[in-house]
């Protein structure tokens, strides 16, 4: 618009001495110029937008990685189908463990206990956590059943695949699905060892200081103390995967208890404000 503008402007007379034909020509001789200049400049705006197009693809296809990476690394929550026994013995340790705390929920199954450990980590110190549990075990197996077992079967060979075998059949209901598996005690191989591939509680809370706290330091305690079994209970908290190595102590630096909580999946922490530390 500008150009045509300038050129209905012009005179038809040459001023200062200019020819009509000259002056036409000059005019024709403009008009192209800024035609050509025109043209130029806007074919060269689009040469900027192809610098800028590269990064903003790779920006997206980035993020997309990294959203398809975190959801494959997250597997699906394993499903339970609890027996009529399982919710049997479900419900008898969770009424234990909240008689022990003082604490009540009117949740059932797995749920309750969940419901009742996670209120136990928060609200009470660390140690006041496994003493807890050592009670809840306590009460829920009578002192004389106990006292039986510790007397006739002293630590062996045999005790030790006993109380494997035992644990695989009578505890899934708590840990999950687990297996016997064999180990070296003084050069001999003994079926002494139970292998839980993923456990339910871990699995559920998603909290290493529960697993510690409110599993693994009561349990080795009440196993060793009230059976006379030593025990270790040794969790892989990578793939959640745990072992009980009967007849083995529990090393005094244990790296389970230097393990820290899992940053963004812990659900006790995140969802119940449950403080992490062992």
């Given at each position: 618009?500008?150009?045509?503008?300038?050129?209905?402007?012009l005179?038809?007379?040459?001023?200062?001495?200019?020819?009509?034909?000259?002056?036409?020509?000059?005019?024709?001789?403009?008009?192209?110029?800024?035609?050509?200049?025109?043209?130029?400049?806007?074919?060269a705006?689009?040469?900027?937008?192809?610098a800028?197009?590269?990064?903003?693809?790779?920006?997206?296809?980035?993020?997309?990685?990294?959203?398809?990476?975190?959801?494959?690394?997250?597997?699906?929550?394993?499903?339970?189908?609890?027996?009529?026994?399982?919710?049997?013995?479900?419900?008898?340790?969770?009424?234990?463990?909240?008689?022990?705390?003082?604490?009540?929920?009117?949740?059932?199954?797995?749920?309750?206990?969940?419901?009742?450990?996670?209120?136990?980590?928060?609200?009470?110190?660390?140690?006041?956590?496994?003493?807890?549990?050592?009670?809840?075990?306590?009460?829920?197996?009578?002192?004389?059943?106990?006292?039986?077992?510790?007397?006739?079967?002293?630590?062996?060979?045999?005790?030790?695949?006993?109380?494997?075998?035992?644990?695989?059949?009578?505890?899934?209901?708590?840990?999950?699905?687990?297996?016997?598996?064999?180990?070296?005690?003084?050069?001999?191989?003994?079926?002494n060892?139970?292998?839980?591939?993923?456990?339910?509680?871990?699995?559920?809370?998603?909290?290493?200081?529960?697993?510690?706290?409110?599993?693994?330091?009561?349990?080795?305690?009440?196993?060793?103390?009230?059976?006379?079994?030593?025990?270790?209970?040794?969790?892989n908290?990578?793939?959640?995967?745990?072992?009980?190595?009967?007849?083995?102590?529990?090393?005094?630096?244990?790296?389970?208890?230097?393990?820290?909580?899992?940053?963004?999946?812990?659900?006790?922490?995140?969802?119940?404000?449950?403080?992490?530390?062992?």
């Amino acid at each position: 618009m500008e150009t045509t503008t300038l050129v209905l402007l012009l005179p038809h007379g040459g001023a200062g001495g200019v020819r009509p034909a000259a002056a036409a020509t000059a005019k024709r001789s403009y008009v192209m110029r800024r035609c050509c200049s025109t043209v130029r400049a806007v074919m060269a705006r689009p040469q900027e937008a192809p610098a800028s197009a590269p990064a903003k693809k790779t920006e997206t296809a980035a993020m997309m990685s990294t959203v398809q990476t975190e959801t494959a690394a997250a597997p699906p929550a394993t499903v339970y189908r609890d027996s009529w026994f399982d919710k049997l013995a479900i419900g008898y340790l969770s009424r234990n463990l909240q008689e022990a705390s003082g604490l009540k929920n009117e949740k059932d199954g797995y749920e309750s206990l969940i419901d009742t450990a996670l209120a136990i980590s928060r609200i009470f110190s660390l140690d006041k956590q496994s003493e807890i549990v050592t009670q809840a075990l306590e009460r829920a197996l009578p002192s004389y059943i106990l006292t039986m077992i510790k007397v006739m079967m002293p630590p062996s060979r045999f005790s030790r695949e006993y109380f494997a075998a035992f644990t695989t059949i009578f505890f899934p209901w708590l840990v999950g699905p687990c297996e016997v598996m064999e180990s070296e005690v003084e050069g001999r191989k003994e079926k002494n060892v139970v292998y839980i591939p993923k456990c339910r509680f871990l699995e559920s809370t998603n909290c290493v200081g529960m697993c510690t706290n409110l599993c693994k330091i009561p349990c080795q305690k009440f196993i060793q103390d009230s059976l006379g079994m030593k025990v270790y209970m040794s969790p892989n908290f990578e793939d959640m995967s745990c072992e009980m190595i009967f007849g083995q102590q529990p090393p005094e630096d244990d790296p389970a208890l230097k393990q820290p909580c899992f940053r963004t999946k812990c659900v006790a922490k995140q969802n119940h404000g449950v403080n992490c530390s062992i």
